[in-house]
């Protein structure tokens, strides 16, 4: 009888205890946060919103190969809209008075590129360079010099880059070129005040969710020039072309045209 007592007692004890561990536990951790400790994070993925506005003019045409370049020169910029007209391109928005622009070159023979950017209307040339090639495939990468005024508020610009088959010569019909529309916006006080505490990477999503392509491919660029063995980053980068349909041309290599001054 004592023994049968005390297996009671001791059995009673036991489920008092396990239900008190229990409610504390539940108490303590919500079942939520229990899970978000044991199911693994998926990683964020890196998608550009590509703004509907298109160049004020058509922009002049002209060969995207030539001699020195067998396949076409393109600006690495993302798809346009269904909804724009074939003739339109893309204004492409930035926050820098002196942006970066990408050019993907898959193979040339040419040692100098030209670069030109006007204004709107496309009566005034704002800047005029010949820069030499220090790669002969890969994304170009040009950035407008420090002693240019820079670009202001709410102005589109157009822009070209062209390849130099013969530098020498005066015809320049052949040259491979390629073109587009940049414009310089104010940012909301919302996105201000997320860069004033965002990391550089965070900075690449704030600038992609807002439609700043420029910003969005310099930032990361040159975060994968300092950190060169990181696979986030990489990933960033390839997710980043497939979500404006550049995937094509996610794996060039960077090449950083040298910046001389808008005076030279």
């Given at each position: 009888?004592?023994?049968?007592?005390?297996?009671?007692?001791?059995?009673?004890?036991?489920?008092?205890?396990?239900?008190?561990?229990?409610?504390?536990?539940?108490?303590?951790?919500?079942?939520?946060?229990?899970?978000?400790?044991?199911?693994?994070?998926?990683?964020?993925?890196?998608?550009?919103?590509?703004?509907?506005?298109?160049?004020?003019?058509?922009l002049e045409s002209?060969?995207?190969?030539?001699?020195?370049?067998?396949?076409?020169?393109?600006?690495?910029?993302?798809?346009?809209?269904?909804?724009?007209?074939?003739?339109?391109?893309?204004?492409?928005?930035?926050?820098?008075?002196?942006?970066?622009?990408?050019?993907?070159?898959?193979?040339?023979?040419?040692?100098?590129?030209?670069?030109?950017?006007?204004?709107?209307?496309?009566?005034?040339?704002?800047?005029?360079?010949?820069?030499?090639?220090?790669?002969?495939?890969?994304i170009m990468s040009?950035?407008?010099?420090?002693?240019?005024?820079?670009?202001?508020?709410?102005?589109?610009?157009?822009?070209?880059?062209?390849?130099?088959?013969?530098?020498?010569?005066?015809?320049?019909?052949?040259?491979?070129?390629?073109?587009?529309?940049?414009?310089?916006?104010?940012?909301?006080?919302?996105?201000?005040?997320?860069?004033?505490?965002?990391?550089?990477?965070?900075?690449?999503?704030?600038?992609?969710?807002?439609?700043?392509?420029?910003?969005?491919?310099?930032?990361?660029?040159?975060?994968?020039?300092?950190?060169?063995?990181?696979?986030?980053?990489?990933?960033?980068?390839?997710?980043?072309?497939?979500?404006?349909?550049?995937?094509?041309?996610?794996?060039?290599?960077?090449?950083?045209?040298?910046?001389?001054?808008?005076?030279?």
């Amino acid at each position: 009888m004592l023994k049968k007592t005390l297996l009671l007692l001791t059995l009673g004890l036991t489920l008092s205890t396990d239900f008190l561990l229990t409610t504390v536990a539940a108490t303590a951790i919500p079942a939520n946060t229990i899970a978000q400790r044991f199911v693994p994070r998926r990683r964020s993925l890196l998608r550009f919103k590509v703004p509907n506005i298109r160049g004020s003019r058509n922009l002049e045409s002209g060969a995207a190969r030539g001699e020195c370049s067998p396949q076409e020169i393109s600006a690495v910029v993302p798809a346009k809209p269904v909804t724009m007209a074939s003739t339109d391109l893309p204004v492409q928005l930035t926050l820098s008075d002196r942006p970066t622009f990408f050019v993907s070159v898959p193979q040339t023979s040419a040692t100098q590129a030209a670069f030109l950017l006007q204004n709107e209307t496309g009566d005034e040339i704002l800047l005029e360079k010949t820069v030499p090639l220090n790669a002969n495939k890969g994304i170009m990468s040009y950035t407008l010099p420090a002693d240019f005024p820079g670009l202001k508020v709410g102005q589109k610009y157009s822009w070209r880059f062209s390849l130099l088959c013969d530098p020498t010569g005066g015809d320049r019909s052949g040259d491979p070129v390629t073109s587009g529309w940049i414009q310089r916006v104010q940012p909301t006080a919302t996105v201000t005040q997320q860069l004033q505490t965002a990391t550089n990477r965070q900075r690449v999503f704030i600038y992609a969710d807002n439609g700043y392509w420029n910003d969005t491919l310099k930032t990361l660029a040159d975060l994968r020039a300092t950190n060169p063995s990181d696979l986030t980053l990489l990933r960033d980068w390839v997710d980043l072309f497939k979500s404006v349909g550049l995937d094509a041309i996610a794996n060039q290599p960077i090449i950083q045209l040298s910046t001389a001054t808008a005076s030279q």
